[in-house]
């Protein structure tokens, strides 16, 4: 092998591994907060994708609809769930958030989609119609079960998954998508070329994890969040909204897959469920990295990017093969390393 | 009798479908399905359900044992009935070197390991060269019996449900059994099974070992149905199916599996054949479906559809009282050795800067009732957890009976002779409080997996019901026997946690706190109970906050305050020892 093929290498693995990252980041986000370990992440970069792939055919993606749709649930289960207290107020802003919103987002997609449509709006659409679905999500099909056990929630993220893997067939079809590269800019640093696209990617990443990581260690919100992962009761009695709480970290999550989504779509061809498998990617490293770390789950995912590149150029057909093995000996050490709690489990 | 007449109804209703005419072949095909699917969920209930360890790998098991009968029989030319053995054998292997790993994960990783060596071993069969990579391997043969070949579904239906009704049954032994006992306390954590000397790690691998051998008979006669085995139904989704399926009938039902894998598999047909005519062709709109349902149903009703249907049945099981006439032979004791029973020295524990247990040392003589008493977060239950070896002390020596106990762990030290109760109730409360307290004579019995499965275990079962039956009638909670522990009163579960420790036979017996949440009347039955077992010859050592229950019945007293002991002497000593009155009240101004 020479420097060329190992440097070539190193930077595949690093855009992928950087992708991983944000994955992995939103992963331990979610989880730190609601104790969901978010199998649909990759659908969240599916949705994000391919709704973006389409809007810059001048299409509408059928995401939109369905952001739609789960806000008229979400909205209905806000009623029930407070039927005995029903307010004005409280009826006002889930309205507002669980239908007004939504239904808005329609209403702007099929006004702008079309061929000419700026690029800045249709990531912006992309965007917002991700984080709705990702926050309706988490209102109908988690915030119910808040309460109940690691596992369970777990076995309904499972659930989510297939259910949003299905509809991504039906809104995007078989066929894989492609969308066009957000900068055509480049950068050639000795035999390497930086595409404007994998800067940003690092640049994006970067700044993720810098801003989660002080969100998380430094302000009041991301602490409140932090309580609320902890102790849903405890957080709850000291004044803290758990329910929002959730709310806030799918929002962020799927808003963070659907980024990384858009990054990765003018690189690679994505197909429906493409993104299962580059969010078990992320999930490898969230793991790695404790389902608690930043730091340490960004650079686990650099790894795992790295470690794929090289397998890839080395015995392809066994490339998933190495990638998922290596998480054994990772959570084998992290049992041994964790202390012996007591689990009381139902 | 009256509990196996459902079984033979069963079976007989099953044996007779493929005859009552008019039954559509397809039907048998489904059939056929429903017996694979539950095979793999019978096997999860025992993982899942009742050890509490989530796997969603089955499916690569079951990819073994098919791909070991396909490449045998195919490449080598062997007798299916021949490779039966081997494809059990090679998915029990499988599980061995994946179970030694997979079982030490704790808590959520274990769950997301299964994930990743499943989607690992769906790779595996795809891409090695004699699995046949992505197409899999045809040309099976059928099974046969002499010149008949199971080439119809109507043929291997047989095969496939006896396989059932019989795994159903075996596996119903194995948990109505000691070694049954020990995996049914797993799931509420490990620290009081292994208290009486369950082997937690051995029990874990074992279960996982049992499931994989299911998964592999599944596997093996899906091969011989299909007569082809091609990796796409051994991946991550089918894995996830088969939790699914152990969930809907309701994880922990040997039954469950059976009637989860019967509404899942008639929902999916019933899914795939309508729902392109209501919605217009769209493919795979089955999945958003199925999805959708797994959500709700965890919403509505996560303990599954089986227990639903129970309680609504008239049905009540009748149970056998224990023949408490039959003993078992007393645990081999040292015999006295010397006065001194529990000898701690210089015991230290520290968790980070904090010492929770600061050198402390004192002794358990024989025949002798010893009070640890102190202020909250004295050390008292860390000192009990040091003595029982569920913590390891960070200096300092700790013996019993003049042996040293050297760190060993919990199942060493109750071989001892020493035996507990927790401070938190620490009960399986979906068992009776006959199968609770019978884990504590967990170590009297020796049967194991094999022979409970093939009910070999009966004399030894008796011997241990019956020890378990009179230690429940001893503290006095004969009425309750038949109740499951989770319906008792804390103050009543106390009493049989302590029950549950006399099963031990033991010299020693630790207390945590067993007076409290008692009633006036309770707690004097309770500290007779223990004057009767002191004056038998027995050692108690006990952490009690009610002082008048503690002053009345200790022959000595231990204070502990912030880890350090501060006092040691008779009640009346004690009560007037101004350092224990300040650790209490406070210092007088």
């Known amino acids: 092998m020479n420097t060329t093929i190992l440097l070539f290498l190193l930077q595949d693995g690093i855009t992928n591994g950087a992708i991983y990252a944000l994955l992995g980041l939103a992963l331990v986000l979610v989880f730190a907060v609601t104790r969901v370990i978010l199998i649909p992440q990759g659908e969240f970069v599916t949705y994000g994708a391919l709704s973006y792939a389409m809007l810059a055919t001048g299409q509408v993606p059928g995401t939109v609809q369905l952001a739609v749709g789960m806000g008229l649930v979400a909205f209905a289960l806000d009623l029930f769930f407070a039927r005995k207290a029903l307010r004005a107020r409280l009826v006002a802003r889930s309205a507002a958030l669980n239908i007004a919103f939504p239904v808005g987002l329609l209403a702007v997609t099929y006004k702008v989609a079309g061929p000419t449509t700026p690029m800045a709006v249709n990531i912006a659409l992309a965007l917002l119609i991700v984080a709705a679905i990702g926050l309706f999500l988490y209102r109908i099909a988690f915030q119910p079960i808040a309460h109940t056990s690691v596992l369970v929630l777990l ?13 991504g067939l039906v809104f995007f079809g078989a066929e894989g998508l492609r969308g066009p590269a957000l900068s055509s800019a480049a950068v050639t640093a000795g035999p390497l070329r930086f595409t404007g696209q994998s800067l ?42 758990t329910s929002l709480s959730g709310q806030i970290a799918f929002l962020l999550a799927s808003m963070i897959g659907a980024i990384s989504g858009i990054l990765i779509v003018p690189i690679t061809t994505l197909y429906y469920d493409t993104g299962f498998l580059i969010g078990l990617k992320g999930f490898i490293a969230a793991i790695i990295g404790g389902l608690v770390s930043y730091p340490l789950t960004a650079i686990a995912a650099i790894l795992v990017g790295i470690v794929e590149a090289f397998s890839s150029f080395y015995a ?25 709690v007591e689990e009381e489990k139902d | 009798m009256t509990q196996r007449l459902p079984l033979i109804i069963f079976a007989l209703v099953m044996a007779v479908i493929p005859f009552v005419p008019g039954v559509p072949p397809f039907w048998i095909v489904l059939l056929d399905n429903i017996g694979l699917a539950a095979l793999v969920a019978m096997g999860l209930v025992l993982l899942t359900g009742v050890g509490g360890l989530t796997s969603f790998g089955q499916a690569a098991f079951c990819g073994f044992g098919a791909y070991t009968t396909a490449v045998l029989t195919t490449a080598y030319g062997l007798s299916p009935w021949l490779t039966l053995p081997a494809s059990l054998l090679v998915s029990g292997i ?18 997301l390991g299964t994930i990743a060596w499943g989607i690992g071993l769906f790779y595996l069969f795809s891409k090695l060269e004699f699995l046949g990579r992505n197409d899999g391997i045809s040309g099976i043969p059928p099974l046969s019996i002499g010149s008949y070949k199971m080439l119809s579904p109507d043929a291997i ?53 049992y499931a994989a051998v299911l998964a592999g008979l599944s596997g093996w006669l899906y091969a011989h149905f299909q007569r082809a085995a091609n990796p796409t139904p051994f991946g991550a989704q089918a894995g996830i199916e088969y939790l699914f399926i152990a969930v809907v009938g309701g994880a922990g039902y040997v039954w469950g599996a059976v009637l989860g894998a019967g509404i899942v598999v008639i929902l999916k047909e019933v899914l795939q054949s309508y729902l392109p005519y209501i919605f217009g062709g769209q493919s795979q709109l089955e999945t958003i479906v199925f999805g959708i349902l797994l959500v709700l149903l965890l919403q509505l009703a996560p303990t599954g559809v089986w227990p639903w249907l129970m309680s609504r049945l008239p049905l009540k099981p009748g149970r056998k009282t224990p023949d408490t006439s039959l003993k078992l032979p007393a645990r081999a004791q040292a015999g006295p050795t010397s006065s001194v029973l529990l000898h701690i020295e210089k015991a230290r524990k520290q968790f980070g800067g904090v010492t929770a247990v600061n050198d402390v040392s004192f002794d358990v003589n024989a025949r002798e009732i010893v009070a640890l008493i102190g202020p909250n977060g004295a050390g008292k239950s860390t000192t009990f957890n040091l003595i029982t070896g569920v913590l ?54 020796s049967s194991g997996a094999v022979s409970s499965m093939l009910r070999l275990d009966r004399a030894d079962e008796a011997g241990l019901l019956a020890e378990a039956a009179r230690q429940i009638e001893r503290v006095g909670l004969s009425d309750q026997i038949d109740q499951l522990a989770g319906s008792l009163s804390l103050g009543q579960q106390r009493i049989v946690e302590i029950a549950r420790a006399l099963c031990v036979d033991p010299m020693l017996l630790l207390l945590d706190e067993p007076a409290a949440g008692l009633r006036h009347m309770e707690k004097q039955r309770l500290a007779a109970l223990l004057r009767q077992l002191r004056d038998g010859g ?48 406070g210092a007088a101004a």
């Open chain 1, 155 to 167: 076995i309904a993220a499972v659930g989510c998954h297939l259910a949003l893997q299905g509809l």
């Open chain 1, 200 to 241: 940003a990617v690092y640049g994006l990443t970067i700044a993720f994890i810098v801003g989660l990581w002080l969100f998380f260690g430094y302000t009041k919100t991301g602490k409140a969040l932090r309580a609320t992962a902890v102790n849903r009761l405890g957080a709850r009695l000291v004044g803290i909204r």
């Open chain 1, 316 to 340: 392809s057909n066994f490339k998933e093969v190495i990638v998922f093995t290596l998480i054994l000996p990772v959570l084998v050490l992290r049992s041994l390393a964790a202390p012996a």
């Open chain 2, 94 to 111: 499988a599980a061995v070197l994946l179970g030694l790993v997979t079982v030490r994960l704790s808590g959520h990783y274990l769950p």
């Open chain 2, 157 to 209: 239906y047989y095969a496939i449900w006896i396989a059932v009704l019989i795994s159903a049954l075996l596996t119903m032994n194995l948990l109505d059994s000691r070694t049954g006992r020990a995996i049914r306390a797993l799931r509420r954590g490990h620290v009081a099974a292994e208290a009486f000397g369950v082997q937690t790690p051995r029990a874990k691998l074992l279960v996982f070992i």
């Open chain 2, 392 to 445: 390891t002390a960070t200096s300092g020596k700790i013996s019993v009976q003049g042996k040293e106990v050297e760190n060993a762990p919990p199942q060493e030290v109750v071989k001892l002779g020493v035996s507990r109760t927790f401070q938190h109730v620490k009960l399986v409360p979906d068992m009776t409080v006959l199968e609770n307290v019978a884990i504590g004579a967990h170590l009297r019995g």
């Open chain 2, 538 to 585: 027995m050692s108690v050592l006990l952490v009690e906050h009610d002082m008048g229950f503690v002053m009345d019945l200790a022959d000595r007293i231990v204070v502990l305050d912030f880890g350090t002991k501060i006092a040691e002497g008779t009640p009346a000593a004690i009560k007037t020892n101004p350092d224990v009155i300040k650790a209490y009240l």
